[in-house]
């Protein structure tokens, strides 16, 4: 049974960092992209990063580039994203994806249902 379980949300002022965990199971995911998204309350899901199964391609969505980071070790099948310079409107349950889908190095999904697996979530409050 494939798992994914994300764990280091939490409550931080605005300006703070923290750095999320995303650990899969039950599969390996070394060839293959992983993505994190997330969901403010009343809002729809949407995308945030994506890194290619190498971690040498990654993107953003224009509303964190330049202040969260992706990262992957696969020999932990473990994927990361490191969140700096918090703003009030990146609070949200942030989940992390992965897909089956193996694919070269410039595979880059963006849309939820590119992605096979999701974690449960992990809430991210950032207070002003």
């Known amino acids: 049974q494939v798992q994914l379980v994300e764990s280091g949300g939490g409550l931080v002022q605005a300006g703070g960092s923290l750095r999320l965990s995303c650990a899969a199971s039950g599969r390996t995911f070394t060839s293959s992209p992983m993505g994190w998204f997330r969901q403010a309350p009343g809002k729809e899901r949407e995308f945030v990063a994506v890194i290619s199964w190498s971690g040498g391609n990654t993107y953003f969505a224009d509303s964190v580039k330049g202040r969260f980071t992706i990262s992957r070790d696969n020999a932990k099948n473990t994927v990361y994203l490191q969140m700096n310079s918090l703003k009030p409107e990146d609070t949200a349950v942030y989940y992390c994806?992965?897909?089956?889908?193996?694919?070269?190095?410039?595979?880059?999904?963006?849309?939820?249902?590119?992605?096979?697996?999701w974690g449960q979530g992990t809430q991210v409050t950032v207070s002003s």
């Open positions: 994806a992965a897909t089956r889908r193996q694919s070269g190095n410039y595979y880059l999904p963006l849309r939820g249902p590119d992605y096979d697996y």
